[in-house]
């Protein structure tokens, strides 16, 4: 269960996929977004990551209880969008079992 968000990137208009942020059906927390420059993605990981799963270049790693706070008061959370270094907003879009 968890909350459903994806990011969108106002200038270039580059959109994440829906990343699941919450815990699974295995009860492993996925609660970390991590955004590669170099593959030019953002993922969601149950743990903490220095490098990329695709590319192994290192990644940034979104404050995950900043995040948290943003996404359930319903607000946006914005970051450096990864394709153009605009302005990547996350949105809450629904909810997941």
Request: proline share 3%.
């Amino acid at each position: 269960m968890g909350v459903l968000v994806k990011g969108l990137c106002k200038d270039c208009k580059y959109s994440t996929q829906h990343l699941k942020l919450g815990s699974g059906q295995n009860f492993t927390s996925k609660d970390r977004v991590i955004i590669c420059d170099s593959c030019k993605e953002a993922f969601v990981v149950d743990r903490e990551m220095e490098k990329c799963p695709t590319c192994a270049q290192p990644v940034r790693t979104l404050d995950r209880d900043y995040m948290e706070k943003k996404i359930y008061d319903k607000e946006t959370h914005r970051t450096k969008c990864p394709k153009c270094g605009g302005s990547l907003v996350f949105d809450a879009i629904g909810k997941w079992d």
